[in-house]
């Protein structure tokens, strides 16, 4: 799962390339098309290349081409644009953009549950079914250990978090305690 912000210029060429998408029944196949487009750029080698400025427009139309051969019209007609407009580096990330919309449309919301040790797929689920209870909409969690919270669990979905671990629940206890009055001296002589 990929949990990166996505840029405002990412967002709008994604956003387009998906109206376009839907409105021909294709979002299915721009995905697998996408996906397969980010698998490559993840080869450094394919990415400095496409990236770097050492690198002719014609060398990179060239592999482009070779890349992207038997993909969706709309897909092809996508990286030519972002070659043409010098908008490669949409590329890589094109994919997790695509596929970040189309959870938002399904009504899916993806997020992290941190513990310090792994969970078990049955108590995923658990918190899963839990989250979505609360939040409305169904929840795919990935998960990460994170030794320092001790005991519980700290869940991250967006820019909100669920703090119900042990090492959350002594920092507001600490800064509860910072932050309380104590009663003066004077006031006892």
Same mark, same amino acid.
């Given at each position: ?31 697998? &098309?996408? *996906?397969? !487009?980010?698998? =490559? ?25 070779? !890349?992207?051969? *038997? ?12 070659? &043409? ?6 590329? @890589? ?16 919301? =993806? *997020?992290?549950?941190?513990? @310090? ?10 918190? =899963? ?9 169904? /929840?795919? !969690?990935?998960?990460?250990?994170? @030794?320092?919270?001790?005991?519980? /669990?700290?869940?991250?979905?967006? &820019?909100?978090?669920? &703090?119900?671990?042990?090492? *959350? ?12 009055? !104590? ?7």
């Amino acid at each position: 799962m990929s949990h990166t912000a996505v840029d405002p210029v990412t967002g709008r060429w994604v956003g387009a390339l998906w109206n376009l998408a839907a409105g021909k029944g294709a979002t299915d196949v721009v995905m697998d &098309d996408l *996906g397969r !487009l980010a698998h =490559e750029f993840r080869n450094p080698a394919v990415c400095a290349f496409m990236l770097g400025g050492a690198v002719s427009m014609e060398d990179r139309r060239a592999k482009l081409q070779f !890349l992207v051969d *038997g993909f969706n019209s709309l897909t092809q007609r996508f990286v030519w644009l972002c070659l &043409d407009r010098g908008r490669l580096e949409i590329l @890589p990330i094109a994919f997790s953009a695509f596929r970040a919309r189309r959870m938002q449309e399904d009504g899916v919301l =993806e *997020g992290v549950v941190e513990a @310090p040790r792994p969970l078990g797929e049955h108590d995923v689920h658990a918190l =899963e079914n839990s989250l979505h209870s609360r939040l409305g909409k169904t /929840v795919r !969690l990935a998960q990460a250990t994170t @030794p320092d919270l001790v005991g519980g /669990v700290r869940v991250t979905i967006g &820019d909100k978090m669920i &703090d119900a671990s042990i090492a *959350g629940r002594f920092d507001g206890l600490r800064r509860r305690l910072l932050e309380a009055r !104590l009663p003066s001296s004077a006031a006892t002589d």
